[in-house]
């Protein structure tokens, strides 16, 4: 393999796990940091920087590096957007967490969301009880969507929260 | 709380539509460009490459082995063969290097050290015999360096130049 090959190859490798994070961590993972998540997220560039360029501290390997992000980012944005399979698994598809006032409770446990978190979310945006709710939707940008029941033909508005941490 | 047919709730979808790739001339250009960095990344083009070049003068042969081009801060041996072509053993062999081919480069490492600065003498080479002299360069300034090897022996020269592109 040639000697310019290393962050053309590394490049990708840490992309990837950032495209498959929906799929793999859940959405739950990036709503708002604990200080855990903080660190960790400091760490992980510190480490991915060693194996991305070595000791090259050329631009030319700086360049080689953020156009092979690049090209990924746009790879896998217009992967998504020709194909909703791999829209939905390179971005995450929402998942319904209340449906008609009930707690879907297989749903919010995959996504590691309680019905105290749920409950934070909907005072936010107006409401008191979960029977308030017809649809929650923890979208795949991690904020649920609250759709309030309402009487046939008077759809309301919809309302948006955002998890707070666990 | 959550029975079979809460589980498989769905809100409404969004409708479907035809989903093409569209952009813009600009866009292109900014796209083709970013993907062939890498691509020629991975075809090496960036990487360091290696060369030889051959001089021959009177009953000398000069043989450098080196590197065309390179990324700044990479390091690269420069490998200079000389071979006693000639029938008659050679006393005093000096090679020399250009200052401008070096005035690209740092840490300069000559092995055998240097008589002079630039120069390095070997001694008794014998008819067909062959002495090797190698430098270690670091890359340290940008662009297209050129400068010429000579080994002297005697009244005979032979020279040959180098070009070496250093990536920023």
């Known amino acids: 393999m040639r000697p310019g090959w290393r962050p053309s190859f590394a490049s990708p490798s840490s992309t990837c796990s950032s495209c498959s994070r929906s799929g793999l961590w859940g959405k739950r993972e990036f709503s708002e940091l604990t200080p855990f998540d903080l660190v960790t997220?400091?760490?992980?560039?510190?480490?991915?920087?060693?194996?991305?360029?070595?000791?090259?501290?050329?631009?030319?390997?700086?360049l080689i590096a953020l156009c092979t992000l690049f090209s990924l980012v746009f790879a896998t944005s217009l992967v998504s957007h020709l194909s909703r399979r791999q829209e939905t698994v390179i971005g995450g598809a929402p998942t319904v967490l209340v449906h008609q006032g009930r707690f879907i409770e297989d749903q919010m446990n995959r996504q590691r969301i309680t019905p105290d978190e749920v409950y934070s979310e909907l005072r936010k945006v107006g409401l008191e009880r979960i029977?308030?709710?017809?649809?929650?939707?923890?979208?795949?940008?991690?904020?649920?969507?609250?759709?309030?029941?309402?009487?046939?033909?008077?759809?309301?508005?919809?309302?948006?929260?955002?998890?707070?941490?666990? | 709380m959550a029975g079979g047919e809460i589980d498989e709730a769905k809100p409404p979808e969004a409708p479907p539509m035809r989903?093409?790739?569209?952009?813009?001339?600009?866009?292109?250009?900014?796209?083709?460009?970013?993907?062939?960095?890498?691509?020629?990344?991975?075809?090496?083009?960036?990487?360091?490459?290696?060369?030889?070049?051959?001089?021959r003068g009177g009953g000398l042969e000069l043989t450098v082995r080196y590197v065309e081009h390179l990324r700044f801060g990479q390091t690269h041996n420069v490998e200079i063969v000389v071979t006693n072509a000639g029938t008659r053993a050679i006393d005093t062999l000096t090679v020399a290097m250009d200052p401008s081919y070096l005035r690209g480069f740092t840490d300069a490492t000559w092995t055998p050290s240097p008589a002079r600065a630039y120069e390095v003498d070997r001694a008794d080479v014998e008819a067909g015999e062959s002495r090797l002299v190698v430098v270690t360069l670091r890359a340290d300034r940008d662009g297209r360096h050129t400068g010429a090897v000579t080994a002297t022996a005697g009244g005979d020269t032979a020279r040959v130049v180098l070009r070496t592109f250093i990536f920023p």
Request: aromatic content about 8%; proline content about 7%.
């Open chain 1, 131 to 166: 029977e308030q709710v017809k649809w929650a939707i923890l979208e795949p940008d991690s904020r649920i969507s609250f759709i309030p029941a309402s009487q046939e033909g008077t759809p309301e508005r919809p309302s948006e929260g955002h998890i707070s941490a666990g």
């Open chain 1, 41 to 62: 997220s400091i760490l992980i560039p510190d480490i991915v920087q060693e194996a991305l360029i070595r000791e090259d501290f050329s631009m030319t390997n700086a």
């Open chain 2, 19 to 55: 989903r093409r790739f569209r952009t813009d001339p600009f866009q292109l250009i900014g796209l083709a460009f970013i993907v062939a960095v890498p691509i020629l990344a991975v075809a090496g083009v960036f990487g360091m490459s290696r060369a030889e070049v051959v001089g």
